[in-house]
């Protein structure tokens, strides 16, 4: 049995391990961060151990918060909230290669379902000074079309109820602040590290809407004093399994319990606007700051992760388990850098045209590395809450031009197709989604629609009726050039299969 990683055996890594080498016992907590999941930890949480390290200011501790599951507080507890990061990539002679660091900035974790009251005291803590989250997509209890908060939503409807135990990440913000507010603290800066398009602004809405249904006073003190920063992070992080632990075990000499495995790549733009200061995350290369950091999230919506969500269905239709599997076959890869080439591109004004050749180029090589296994159903998962942002806003601009929409609207046509929940050779797989059972509510009216219709509208009528679901498409529905090419293409797939309808559409 191998011993733990902790502050004990700290010193005893080996000497290719990089590790904290400030004085870890002097740090104290600047940040609270909720969603203390594989991505937080392989971005903001090693940007502030590598910012605390190089600048020397140990105020920027993080306090994480799991919402709800216990898994990462049991892991790292006995561990001192240490843990490691892996990146991990392949060498020049065609081997994987990984480079360890043990990160120190997690100083403790919470988990909220246990105990949200003291999520609340700690956001109220004097010298919490930023709020920081990644909740996922899902975890804004908001519409994905509009970006309004869902006042149906239960957690949101509990949230209104309960102001000692809120479950939602938006209601614990604000009885947090509410608590602040109260005690006359200084404010705090609500940082969204999430891949919602203007994550920030979308905060700052769903916190004020919510907040005004509260105190019409704590709306005004939020908004006057507390700052939302719009932010864009890019890493591809896939979730770790037992022979990472093992591997990275073996590598370390003692035992870590919950390590992450990401890739080299990283890039942070922030919007600098801090209402209470900030670490230097920018003093060893690690964030950039910005004064708009709009054209960048834009940017890594549409050429990151619209590309890889259509990687993702139409890899996943095809039996695909990974997305470098999905890259490495010749016909998406031509398809989807078709899309970027032809379609997404072109909406991304401002960017030389240089700039976008070289970004496309380094996506295509960061997602075929074969090291990091990156599952498709991970990246799957949850398409009524990424599709927007990902794909359809770019329809929506090239159809305000008149430009084509063909493969783009494909690829939506892949994620409607993948909703089925069979892949092409008959394997079944769950949709994960929290629009689940409404999906599927949707999928059986299209198709009582379709066999209702005449055989030569049927395939219109499926579209109409799945593009006509306002809560992802909005008024995308009523765009007939939109629904026509819906229609072919969710034919195409249904009757000839994925490589049929992407050689056609590339
Ligand atoms: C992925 C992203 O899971 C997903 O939906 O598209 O997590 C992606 O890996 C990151 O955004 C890359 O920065």
Known sequence: MLERLNTESLPRLPADVEKPIYDRSRLTPGIVHLGLGAFHRAHQAVMTDLAMQASGDLSWGILGVSLRSAATRDALTPQDGLYTLALRDDGPDGEAR????????????????????????????PQTRIVSLTVTEKGYSHEPAT?????????????????????????????????????????????????????????????LAFALRVDVGLTDWIDTHCTFPNSMVDRIVPGTDDHDRQRIAERLGVQDAWPVVGEPYMNWVIEDKFAAGRPAWDSHGGATFVRNAAPYERLKLRMVNGPHSTLAYLGALLGHRTISQSVQTPALRAFVDAMMQQEIGPTLKGIPESGLEEYRGRFLARIANPALPHPTSQVAMDGSQKVPQRLLDTIRDRLRTGDDIQRLTLAV??????????????????????????????????????????????????????????????????????????????????????????????
């Open 413 to 506: 046509a892949a994620w409607l197709h993948y909703l089925s929940g069979e892949d092409e050779a008959g394997g079944r797989y769950r949709i994960q989604d929290p629009m689940a059972a409404r999906l599927a509510k949707l999928l059986s009216r299209a198709e009582v629609a379709a066999r209702a219709s005449a055989p030569s509208q049927s395939a219109h009528r499926r579209a109409m009726v799945l593009s006509g679901f306002k809560p992802v498409f909005g008024d995308l529905g009523r765009a007939s050039e939109f629904v026509s090419a819906l229609a072919t293409h969710l034919e195409t797939l249904r009757q000839h299969g994925v490589i049929h309808a992407v050689e056609a559409a590339t």
């Open 98 to 125: 990984e480079q360890l660091r043990v990160v120190g900035s997690v100083l403790r974790v919470m988990v909220a379902a246990e105990d949200p009251n003291a999520v609340l005291e700690r956001i109220a803590y």
């Open 147 to 207: 970006g309004h908060l869902r006042w149906d939503d239960p957690d949101i409807l509990h949230d209104l109820e309960n102001p000692h135990r809120p479950r939602s990440t938006i209601g614990m913000l604000v009885y947090g602040l509410a608590l602040r507010r109260e005690r006359g603290l200084p404010p705090v800066t609500l940082l969204s590290c999430d891949n919602l398009r203007g994550n920030g602004d979308i905060l700052r809405s769903l916190v």
